[in-house]
């Protein structure tokens, strides 16, 4: 079901009209209320009435998390505070974060956005939905809850952890939707298994994933050991949190909610604005914030747009799976890699579980890699021939892949970390 045909499924000449319109209202509003946004703009001699197409977005300079960090915590906000019903803040894990207001209309238009992506994963009122993402600053606890709960759907607010607990709850209240990330997705899954949740005990149908990305290979994982169908949604705090996209059950790619955000591509070195459909560093603005405008975020995240017409009726661009942020870029041996490039290599073998962590050192002036992957079966561990072969066939593949050498460890089943919020699978133990 779509959920606003009159919004999801417009000509591009439409999609062009609204997005400029209020690019122009937000420019506007930027300008006027945010002495930061004036301060830039005035600097480089550049007016609101400058914007007068949508190409014109290039003349405003970049906003970036240090932007939003000198800022910190409210100097970015166009609202007084008693305009401001909410705040959230990102995740970083050094400094201070990243802080964010919305208004009551930002609320309502992010509770719209999660309820398009939501309809899109086939998500209806009559679904029972478990949220595991952790509430709390983090905005995909509370983002998704109200949006699933405007769409009329019964929301169990579990929060991220308690594994046990969630398991009871799924198979006593008949969950059918699960909310989360999927590492944690996949952890309960483990879990399930372990407590004997088969697939008689439980009414899940479908799950929606998103604050981390995860491969092909890891929904095909998911899926199967749980018995759903998943879709992905991509958000990040700075310009909303969830909400900015999401699949619909075609599978081919995240429709952006375009009536609330004008995007654009950047080349990752030169960082000039390339062809949408060229991978490169989402750009986003905001076109209907009211409580911290966002001009030409730049989010980090590589991906590229599509405009061809998509099967599900919505004639939204989408966005492809993000490859990975650039910070996360791993270069060993003078080969770029991202994280989820080792992950789509090695989740497609047998005998390994979908549980690995990469170890970056410096040896000598080298960057060298060191894959740990986890068993599947703990009995390998007692021959040492199978854990030799096993070991030479992950390193050619990824080496036939990749073009990287990378030590492979094997370790036993369970011994990986696992995750009740985003993973972390790169321990980067360079000396800087
Ligand atoms: O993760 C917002 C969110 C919550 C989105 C729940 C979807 C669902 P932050 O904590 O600010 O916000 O992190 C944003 O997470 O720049 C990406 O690098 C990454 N990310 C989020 N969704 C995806 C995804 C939320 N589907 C950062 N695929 C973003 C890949 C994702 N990466």
């Given amino acids: 079901m779509i959920w ?31 002495p930061f946004y004036k301060r830039r703009f005035d600097e480089i001699g550049l ?29 970015l906000f166009a609202e007084p505070m008693d305009k401001i019903v909410r705040l959230h803040a990102s995740s970083g894990t050094t400094g201070k974060p990243v802080v964010v207001g919305y208004t009551k209309n930002d609320m309502e238009v992010w509770k719209e956005n999660i309820a398009r992506l939501a309809a899109a994963a086939g998500v209806t009122n009559k679904d029972v939905v478990q949220i595991v993402f952790g509430y709390g600053m983090f905005t995909g606890g509370f ?9 009329g759907a019964t929301v169990i607010p579990s929060s991220a952890g308690n594994s046990e607990r969630q398991l009871m709850f799924m198979e006593d209240f008949g969950s059918t939707v699960i909310v989360g990330t999927p590492s944690y997705v996949l952890h309960l899954a483990e879990v399930a298994e372990e407590h004997g949740l088969t697939r008689d005990k439980h009414k899940l149908r479908v799950g929606l994933f998103g604050g981390e990305g995860h491969t092909a290979e890891m929904r095909q994982q998911i899926e199967k050991r749980w018995g759903i169908i998943c879709t992905e949604n991509y958000g990040l705090t700075e310009v909303q949190g969830p909400g900015v996209s999401g ?69 939204t661009a989408r966005m492809t799976k993000v490859k990975g942020r650039t910070d996360d870029m791993l270069i060993i041996k003078g080969v770029n890699v991202f994280p989820s490039q080792i992950e789509g290599v090695i989740l497609g073998m047998d005998k390994i579980s979908p549980h690995y962590m990469l170890y970056v050192r410096n040896e000598g002036f080298m960057d ?24 030479r066939e992950i390193r050619a593949k990824i080496k036939g892949n990749l073009l990287i050498d990378a ?26």
């Fill in 4 to 34: 606003n045909p009159e919004k999801e499924c417009l000509s591009r000449k439409e999609y062009d009209e609204i997005q400029l319109e209020r690019l122009k209202w937000i420019v506007n509003r930027a300008y006027d209320r945010v």
């Fill in 47 to 75: 007016k609101p009435e400058h914007i007068k197409t949508l190409k014109d977005i290039e003349l405003i300079p970049y906003t970036t998390k240090d932007d939003l960090r000198d800022n910190y915590p409210f100097d």
């Fill in 143 to 151: 983002g998704l809850h109200q949006g699933l709960e405007h769409m």
């Fill in 247 to 315: 699949e619909c059950l075609e599978h081919c790619g995240m429709h952006i909610n375009e009536d609330s955000f004008y995007y654009e591509i950047i080349d990752r070195e030169t960082l000039k604005p390339i062809d949408k459909e060229e991978e490169g560093e989402l750009v986003l603005t905001t076109l209907t914030k009211e409580g911290i405008p966002m001009l030409r975020y730049r989010t980090k995240d590589i991906t590229n747009i599509e405009f061809a017409p998509c099967k599900c009726g919505r004639t």
């Fill in 368 to 391: 060298t890699l060191e894959v740990q992957v986890e068993l599947a079966d703990g009995s390998l561990l007692e021959s040492y021939s199978e854990l030799e072969k096993l070991t």
């Fill in 407 to 432: 030590k492979v460890t094997l370790v036993g089943p369970k011994t990986i970390e696992r995750f009740t919020g985003k993973a972390k699978h790169v321990v980067d133990l360079r000396n800087k």
